[in-house]
C-alpha cells in the first residue's frame, strides 16, 4: 500500500501549478527579456512558498544581485558571490534554507534565480518544490530565447525596410534628370546615405584613364587639385582590375590584391589620410563607363551590409550614365522643328531689307562678342605688409649691452644690431686657455719623468679645456646679433633694450624688406574663381591718389572667411615699392584684372548666375 502523501502536499502541488501556470502566459505576453527576468522574480515566491527571491547576473567568474522581492530586498542588492555559492546561505541567512535555479537561454548561463525562507517557519524546501522552480526557470530561459530571437528578427526587418527605402529614393533621384553632371552628383551624394566616408567621388573612364566629374560635398571639380588627380589615378587602377575593390586597412592589407595597392598607393593614402577604402566600377555589359569610390580615415569602415547598399547603388549610377549619354547624342527634333519655322519667315522678308538686318545683326554681335577687355574684379579691405620679414634673436643668453640700430633704419645682411655683453664669457675663454697652458707643460713634465698615465691624462685634460674654450668663442661671437636679410628696421624703439636681459631665442627686434610688399585683399565668392595666380593687381592708397601702383596675384586661399551673410575669399599679392612710396599697414583700394570678358559677358553675367540658381532650386 503506498505511503499517503505529506500534509499539504496536494495544495502545494495545486498552488505551485497555478502560479507555474500564470508566469508561462506572462512570459508569453511580452517580446522584451528583461520584462521576462523581472516577471521570473516576481513569480518564483508564488511557485514555491519562499519568503524572499533575487536574481543574479554572471560578471566574470562570479555573479552579480541585480534584483530581489520578498524578505530578500535588504542586503542582496549589488552583491557579488561565487557561482557555486548560489545555493548556500549567504551571511545573515543562518536560519534559511535555500534553493537556485539556473537560467540557461541558448545555452548559455544568462541568469540564477534564488528563493529563500525561514526554517523554522517553513522548513527546508522539498522535491516538488525543487522541480517547480526548475521548470520556472526553464520556461523563463526558453521565453528569454524567443524574445531574443523576435527582437533580432525585427531588428533586422527594420533594416531591411530602411534599406528598401533608401534604395527606392536612390533610384528616383538618379533616374529624375538626363543631364550627366547632375546624375553623377546626385551619386556620389547619395551615397552619403549609405555609408559614412571622408571623401568621395564618381569618375567616368575612357581609354584607360579616369576623369573626376563629381565630388561628395562640393558643387564643383578642380581638374588642377593634386589630391584629386591622385584619387583619379588609384580610380584608374580600380578600373583596370575590373571588379569592385574593399581595402580593408592599409596598414594590415588581407588579400594579395590589397598588398599590391597598398605597395603602389601607399604613400599617397597616407598623405591623404585614407586608412580604408571602396572602388566600385561602373559596368555593365557594353564595359566600364566609370568609377565610384569612397575612402575614409578609419580602418574596415564600410561592413558587409553598407557594401551591398553601395553595389546597388553603383549598379543604379551605371544604368543612369548610360541613359544620359544615350540622350544628349539623341537629335533635339522639337529644337530643329523650331529653328526651321524661323528659318522659312526670315526668308520670306525681301531680299534687301533681310541683307541690312543681317548686316546690322552681325555688328551688334561682333560689337557685344569680339570687343573683349579685362574684368576688373574689386577687392575689400586691402592691406600692405613687407614681403620679406626677419625676427632678430639672440642665441646665447645676457645683458643687452649695445644696439647699433634704430627704427626705420635701413640695414644690410650681415650687419651688426644688438650686441650682449660677453666679459664673463671672454674671462671663462681667457681661463681655459691658461690652463690649456698649464696641462700642456705638466704633460711635458710628466714625459720627461716617463709617467705616462699622469702624461695621459693631461693630453685628455688638454682636450677638454681646449673644446670649452672652442664653445666659449662661438658664445662670444654669437654675442654680436647681426641682420639675417637686407631691409628696414621695424620694430619702435630698439634703443631702448639697452641695459635689459634677453634669453636665447627672445624676439628684440623685425626686419623687413619694404622695397616689395605683400598686399592682401578680400575678394566677394561671387568672383573668386575668375582670380587666379599671376593676374594683374592695380591699387591706389588715400595718401597718394593720383599714384597707382601694380603687381600681381600670388595666392588664393582656398578657405573662406566672412560673416553677416557675406562671404569672400583672402588674395594675396605681391606689390614693387622701389621708391619707398608704400608702407606696410596703408589701407586703400584694389582691383584685380581677370581673364579679358566680353560686353556681352559682362552685361548677362549676373542675370545668368541669377537663372542658373534659381533653376537649381527649382527643380533639384
Not at 540557461?104 to 525543487?130: K, M, P, Y
Not at 650686441?419 to 710628466?446: F, G, K, T
Not at 553675367?605 to 534659381?614: Q, S, T, V
Request: net charge negative; charged share 25%.
Amino acid at each position: 500500500m503506498a505511503a499517503a502523501p505529506p500534509f499539504g502536499t496536494t495544495q502545494l502541488h495545486a498552488e505551485s501549478s497555478d502560479a507555474l501556470h500564470t508566469a508561462t502566459l506572462e512570459f508569453l505576453a511580452t517580446d522584451d527579456p528583461g520584462v521576462i527576468a523581472a516577471q521570473m522574480l516576481r513569480a518564483a515566491c508564488g511557485v514555491v512558498a519562499a519568503d524572499g527571491a533575487s536574481i543574479w547576473i554572471p560578471k566574470g567568474e562570479s555573479i552579480e544581485c541585480r534584483g530581489a522581492t520578498g524578505k530578500s530586498r535588504d542586503g542582496l542588492a549589488g552583491m557579488s558571490i561565487a557561482a557555486s555559492s548560489a545555493g548556500y546561505s549567504l551571511d545573515g541567512e543562518a536560519d534559511c534554507a535555500v534553493l537556485a535555479a539556473d537560467v540557461i537561454v541558448d545555452g548559455r548561463l544568462t541568469a540564477v534565480l534564488r528563493v529563500t525562507r525561514s526554517l523554522s517557519t517553513g522548513g527546508d524546501f522539498r522535491a516538488a518544490e525543487h522541480d517547480a522552480l526548475r521548470r520556472l526557470s526553464e520556461t523563463a530561459g526558453a521565453a528569454m530565447s524567443s524574445a531574443t530571437r523576435l527582437s533580432t528578427t525585427r531588428r533586422q526587418a527594420s533594416e531591411t525596410a530602411r534599406d528598401l527605402e533608401l534604395i527606392t529614393e536612390m533610384s528616383r533621384e538618379i533616374t529624375s534628370t538626363l543631364d550627366l553632371d547632375r546624375v553623377l552628383r546626385s551619386v556620389v551624394n547619395l551615397a552619403s546615405k549609405a555609408l559614412t566616408f571622408d571623401r568621395g567621388a564618381v569618375a567616368l573612364y575612357e581609354h584607360g584613364a579616369c576623369d573626376i566629374r563629381a565630388v561628395a560635398g562640393a558643387d564643383g571639380v578642380d581638374a588642377d587639385d593634386p589630391a584629386l588627380q591622385d584619387l583619379a589615378v588609384r580610380a584608374a587602377w580600380a578600373a583596370g582590375v575590373g571588379q569592385s575593390f574593399y581595402l580593408s586597412e592599409r596598414t594590415d592589407p588581407g588579400s594579395d590584391a590589397e598588398v599590391m595597392f597598398v605597395q603602389i598607393f601607399g604613400g599617397d593614402l597616407e598623405r591623404d589620410s585614407a586608412m580604408s577604402a571602396l572602388y566600385l566600377p561602373l559596368k555593365d555589359e557594353e564595359g566600364i563607363v566609370g568609377i565610384l569610390l569612397f575612402e575614409s580615415s578609419r580602418p574596415d569602415f564600410a561592413s558587409q551590409r553598407e557594401r551591398e547598399l553601395a553595389n546597388i547603388l553603383a549598379n543604379q549610377a551605371t544604368v543612369a550614365v548610360r541613359n544620359a549619354r544615350l540622350y544628349h547624342q539623341v537629335p533635339l527634333a522639337d529644337a530643329i522643328g523650331a529653328i526651321k519655322a524661323r528659318r522659312e519667315a526670315f526668308f520670306e522678308i525681301p531680299r534687301r531689307k533681310r541683307i541690312l538686318l543681317a548686316g546690322i545683326a552681325a555688328v551688334v554681335i561682333a560689337g557685344l562678342t569680339l570687343i573683349r577687355w579685362p574684368l576688373r574684379v574689386d577687392g575689400s579691405a586691402p592691406v600692405f605688409r613687407p614681403l620679406v620679414q626677419a625676427d632678430i634673436r639672440p642665441a646665447v643668453d645676457g645683458v643687452i649691452d649695445r644696439v647699433f640700430v634704430r627704427e626705420g633704419m635701413i640695414v644690410e645682411r650681415g650687419a651688426p644690431m644688438i650686441h650682449i655683453r660677453d666679459d664673463e664669457r671672454r674671462a671663462r675663454r681667457d681661463a681655459a686657455l691658461a690652463s690649456v697652458a698649464a696641462a700642456e707643460r705638466s704633460a711635458a713634465i710628466a714625459a720627461t719623468r716617463g709617467d705616462a698615465a699622469e702624461e695621459r691624462l693631461q693630453r685628455l685634460r688638454i682636450d677638454v679645456l681646449r673644446r670649452q674654450a672652442s664653445l666659449l668663442d662661438e658664445e662670444i661671437r654669437s654675442s654680436l646679433v647681426r641682420a639675417p636679410v637686407t631691409g628696414v628696421v621695424l620694430t619702435p624703439r630698439p634703443e631702448e633694450r639697452v641695459g635689459s636681459h634677453a634669453s636665447a631665442g627672445d624676439l628684440l627686434a623685425i626686419v623687413g624688406r619694404t622695397d616689395s610688399l605683400e598686399v592682401e585683399f578680400g575678394v566677394d565668392e561671387r568672383d573668386i574663381t575668375r582670380v587666379k595666380p599671376g593676374d594683374e593687381v592695380r591699387m591706389r592708397v588715400s595718401a597718394m591718389p593720383q599714384h597707382t601702383f601694380s603687381g600681381h596675384v600670388s595666392s588664393v586661399a582656398p578657405l573662406a572667411s566672412g560673416d553677416n551673410g557675406s562671404v569672400s575669399f583672402l588674395v594675396r599679392g605681391a606689390v614693387a615699392n622701389p621708391q619707398g612710396l608704400l608702407r606696410p599697414g596703408m589701407n586703400g583700394f584694389a582691383r584685380v584684372l581677370t581673364e579679358p570678358a566680353s560686353v556681352a559677358g559682362r552685361l548677362f553675367r549676373d542675370p545668368a548666375r541669377a537663372i542658373r540658381l534659381w533653376w537649381w532650386r527649382l527643380w533639384s
